[in-house]
């Protein structure tokens, strides 16, 4: 898709109600679904067809949702050009077959820490992202060019603004807010939240704190809600005792669920499970001689 039309697909996706759009598909349980088959073979009725996909040269759309239980853990968007045919009912099927199984190596990629991280050098400071109202980048911080070529998946400085980035955009535009967790091109995780700004939109990058991590990784470890506050508590040092007060539930009730997160983590102790959820994946941060501040950042050996 070229990448003028993106604005204007990001509007009608966080501010438009259209046809086949992934909280959709999330409400109704559904994996796969095309745009042709949604709408009866009457593509027009979609915004998005008529405002993106025609005038691109773009035909039918399919939207595959990669999940595991309740939890979304990505999504595919596929295309077909304008002079294909829409997809069939078959290969919707077979996409949603094949989901689950993709959906479960997202999942498992998001609790691998690749070796390339370690050697990462992110910026040292976060960077501010300023946007004009209709959506195209006004200036930017020296950080924050910095921050586009880790945000980039070719790392080419002249390559289009990253998609993630064009989201928070969107998004803030729509709702007014926006916040996202992800792992930048080399690997550590970055945060990429909107900031307040009179008749436009600030994004500020930065790296990812690791009480925003710790969330995806327990989800990533397939723990249930209760699961995770055990585990969290855990992590703060609690007793089950404490903790046990402190959810309102029994000590044995708390050792069972302590059990279930140690079975589904691979850990078997208290001081194993902290190092799954935090120094595992973040290690490489403190070989390379960043120190953590008192807000849970890790800040440059040179600062």
């Known amino acids: 898709m070229p990448h003028s039309h993106l604005p204007r697909l990001l509007q009608i996706e966080y501010g438009e109600e259209d046809v086949n759009q992934f909280p959709g598909l999330v409400r109704t349980g559904g994996t796969a679904a095309g745009l042709w088959q949604a709408t009866g073979h009457r593509p027009h009725s979609s915004s998005r067809y008529r405002d993106v996909y025609r005038p691109a040269g773009m035909g039918d759309e399919m939207r ?4 595991t239980g ?34 479960q190596a997202l999942r498992a990629a998001y609790l691998r820490h690749d070796v390339a991280a370690a050697d990462c050098e992110l910026p040292t400071m976060p960077g501010l992202l300023l946007f004009h109202p209709g959506g ?44 996202l967790c992800m792992r930048s091109r080399n690997g550590p995780w970055v945060s990429v939240t909107r900031m307040g700004a009179e008749g436009a939109v600030a994004v500020m990058v930065q790296p990812s704190s690791p009480q925003h991590v710790i969330g995806i990784l327990m989800e990533a470890y397939g723990l249930t ?53 935090y120094f595992s994946h973040y290690q490489p941060d403190v070989d390379n001689g960043r120190t953590m501040g008192r807000r849970g950042w890790f800040h440059s050996a040179q600062v």
């Open 225 to 277: 809600p209760r699961e995770q506050q055990v585990a969290q508590l855990v992590t703060y040092g609690m007793s089950d005792t404490d903790i046990s007060r402190r959810l309102g539930i029994s000590p044995h009730t708390v050792r069972d669920h302590l059990k279930k997160v140690f079975d589904k983590t691979g850990a078997n102790s208290r001081g194993r499970l902290l190092q799954l959820l």
């Open 64 to 67: 595959v949702l990669l999940r």
């Open 136 to 179: 195209e980048l006004d200036r930017a911080t020296p950080a924050g060019h910095l921050w586009l070529e880790q945000l980039n998946a070719a790392g080419a400085q002249s390559a289009p603004l990253p998609q993630p980035v064009l989201h928070a955009v969107g998004r803030a535009r729509a709702t007014g807010d926006a916040s």
């Open 70 to 103: 309740h939890t979304v853990w990505g999504a595919l968007v596929l295309h077909r050009g304008g002079d294909r045919a829409p997809f069939g009912g078959g290969e919707i099927t077979a996409l949603a077959t094949l989901a689950p199984a993709v959906a």
